[in-house]
């Protein structure tokens, strides 16, 4: 028992709370730039540069395993003294997704701009709230004034 009563101690801590409700706005955040980007920002950019998508920019690379089966299958035949044929099987493609890792930068930048954005308006906002003049104080009480005061307080107590 005493597991799950540390455990919900741990979980029912203000720090927790406050980092749980943080992670689901981020997530929150994170779709609305992601939307932002794609939506918004991304179509114009690849308009300009003739492409409507960032991720689909790509290079084919089979060329290169081919290239190294072939010379792995000629240093084969060598060693074994050749007439062996190796079937070439339909294999697909490799592909080397630059676009989509082009894509992702562009959505952290972005997301890393509001952020800081967030927070520099956060603290510009606490900076006026601690610039902010204290709140006038009550008449100062003489200490006559205090104890009557604080009499009146304790008899409103024993009236409860």
């Known amino acids: 028992m005493a597991f799950f009563k540390e455990f919900k101690e741990f979980a029912l801590k203000g720090n927790v709370m406050d980092m749980a409700v943080g992670v689901i706005i981020g997530g929150a955040f994170g779709k609305i730039v992601s939307s932002l980007v794609n939506d918004i920002l991304m179509p114009p950019i690849g308009a300009l540069i003739g492409n409507t998508d960032f991720s689909q920019l790509r290079l084919d690379i089979s060329k ?18 050749g007439g062996e044929t190796v079937a070439q099987a339909a294999v697909e493609p490799v592909y080397w997704n630059y676009g989509a890792f082009i894509q992702q930068c562009i959505d952290f930048t972005i997301l890393a701009f509001c952020v800081f954005m967030m927070v520099k308006l956060m603290n510009r906002l606490m900076k006026k709230k601690e610039e902010a003049p204290a709140p006038a104080a009550g008449p100062v009480l003489s200490k006559e004034e205090q104890l009557l005061t604080e009499i009146r307080d304790l008899l409103k107590a024993q009236k409860k």
Not at 64 to 81: K, N, Q
């Open 64 to 81: 290169f395993r081919d290239m190294t089966s072939s010379a792995v299958h000629a240093v084969g035949d060598a060693v074994t003294g």
